[in-house]
């Protein structure tokens, strides 16, 4: 890419993250997912995908370090925790609270894809950033990021409990509340059988309280089951 068009990611780099980039490629990079090159094969050769498996381990560290640090709780309770900070909604908040939505490049299909898929591309390029910053900057300057972006959520995940795994929250409140079970059941499947993606619903009597979608049954049941506790949230 010329100057002019990465400029733009150094000025991002500058006034958003702090610093600017020796390697501005690297950047540029952790910003461009798979659909991008699929549709300029002769032009971009590389996408996020090994930047965000750097990043996802970078971020996994930098959260458990800080929990093991600061609580003296018991390992599932901790795991728990890390879970509710590293998932799909948290980082995808992340990305959109840093801005960089504009900056990822991607294929017109995915720029015209739903919220989930957005979300889901922006919690990636927020993992890839993170291993950009610590191939740039180093561990610490990761673990600022992280902090500033993530570890900060702590005490609201807390506050609210939404750290409790959401089926088994969804199943205490609707028993609670409507002395039901929820079942969940497959409204749609699409895709390839090796880059399927599910989408259930969650239904307390009979009636239609969330939907999730996801790459396995386990995850969308669970986008579900969050759902419907924010419609319960709701009464």
């Known amino acids: 890419m010329s100057g002019m068009q990465t400029q733009p990611y150094q000025d991002f780099a500058k006034n958003v993250l702090g610093f600017e980039f020796n390697d501005i490629q690297l950047l540029v990079t952790a910003l461009t ?8 094969k002769k032009s971009v ?3 996020n995908e090994r930047l ?3 990043g996802d381990a970078v971020l996994e560290l930098v959260v458990t370090n800080h929990l093991y640090r600061n609580f003296n709780d018991a390992e599932g309770t901790l795991t728990s925790w890390r879970a509710a900070l590293v998932r799909t909604e948290s980082i995808g908040e992340a990305g959109i609270r840093l801005g960089y939505e504009p900056l990822v490049r991607m294929s ?5 894809g739903g919220d989930r898929a957005r979300q889901q591309i922006l919690a990636n390029a927020f993992e890839a950033v993170t291993g950009a ?3 740039e900057r180093g561990y610490d300057a990761a673990a600022e990021f992280i902090n500033k972006y993530i570890i900060s959520k702590l005490d609201g995940i807390l506050e609210t ?5 959401a089926k088994s929250h969804l199943q205490e409140v609707s028993q609670r509340i409507d002395s039901q079970t929820p079942q969940y059941r497959v409204v749609e499947e ?17 009636k239609l309280m969330g939907i999730g979608s996801g790459p396995s049954k386990q995850v969308a049941q669970q986008q579900a089951a969050q759902a419907a ?3 319960y949230a709701k009464r």
């Open 33 to 40: 997912h798979r659909s991008y090159v699929n549709e300029h």
């Open 133 to 135: 910053i610590y191939l």
């Open 52 to 54: 965000e498996f750097l």
């Open 161 to 165: 409990g939404s750290w409790r795994d």
């Open 190 to 206: 699409v895709g390839p059988d090796h880059d399927k993606i599910f989408t259930l619903g969650v239904y307390v009597a009979d």
């Open 45 to 47: 050769s590389e996408h």
């Open 229 to 231: 506790l924010d419609e």
């Open 108 to 112: 017109r299909g995915e720029k015209q």
